[in-house]
Nanobody, 122 residues
């Protein structure tokens, strides 16, 4: 089975930056689209960013465009989310996800990590 483990979450001030990492435990990582989602208790999970299996195509939620960057290193079995100009509304649990299908923010994602907490507060 594919396993995903997130790291890099923490407490940052508004306007600050943070980089999240996700390690994918699967030999054929290059076959999977990868993405980042976030969730606040009581709210629906929100797609943040996703990247194609080759890394050539990226998609972002409107709320994070220009501030977040998703990238992947297939040789290292890693996907990253670089977050800049963070806002309090970016607070939430961030999850790494993988799919063998088309990677879209509204699509089906069947593999999930445990999540890492990101808190943006003064």
């Amino acid at each position: 089975q594919l396993q995903l483990v997130e790291s890099g979450g923490g407490l940052v001030q508004p306007g600050g930056s943070l980089r999240l990492s996700c390690a994918a435990s699967v030999l054929t990582v290059e076959y999977y689209g990868l993405g980042w989602f976030r969730q606040v208790p009581g709210k629906e999970r929100e797609g943040v960013a996703c990247i194609s299996s080759t890394g050539r195509t990226t998609t972002y939620a409107d709320s994070v465009k220009g501030r977040f960057t998703i990238s992947r290193d297939n040789a290292a079995y890693m996907v990253y989310l670089q977050m800049s100009s963070l806002k309090p509304e970016d607070t939430g649990v961030y999850y790494c996800a993988a799919t063998l299908g088309p990677p879209t923010l509204q699509g089906s994602w069947n593999y999930w990590g445990q999540g890492t907490q990101v808190t943006v507060s003064s």
